[in-house]
């Protein structure tokens, strides 16, 4: 009923900037938090950063300062803006969204497939 796309990972230079993208489409009624994690192998899940409805942020401590997440206008996309990359930060990243469906007025919790960043040395 809901799909999340994301898009914007890739490999880059430690020291380089990526933009990550996230597009919630479907049965929408409003989206509430959106939220960025990251798994690199042998890690567990980190919350990388997130982003109220009403525009609030909370970010790791490993990224302050460096990643910035935003919402598009229309509040159905997110973004994640790294900047000062590290070899540290690659890793699978995933989009996620409680969405609250058009169709049951009810929250729902929505992952995208994950996008890659590599960064390297």
């Known amino acids: 009923q809901v799909q999340l796309v994301e898009s914007g990972g890739g490999l880059v230079q430690a020291g380089g900037s990526l933009r990550l993208s996230c597009a919630a489409s479907?049965?929408?009624?409003?989206?509430?938090?959106m939220r960025w994690y990251r798994h690199a192998p042998g890690n567990e899940r980190e919350l990388v950063a997130q982003i109220s409805s009403s525009g609030s942020t909370d970010y790791a401590d490993s990224v302050k300062g460096r990643f910035t997440i935003s919402r598009g206008n229309a509040k159905n996309t997110v973004y994640l803006q790294m900047n000062s990359l590290k070899r540290e930060d690659t890793a699978a990243y995933y989009c996620?969204?409680?969405?609250?469906?058009?169709?049951?007025?009810?929250?729902?919790?929505?992952w995208g497939q994950g996008t890659q960043v590599t960064v390297s040395s």
């Open positions: 479907g049965s929408i009624f409003n989206i509430n938090t």
């Open positions: 996620n969204a409680v969405v609250v469906l058009s169709t049951t007025l009810r929250p729902y919790d929505y």
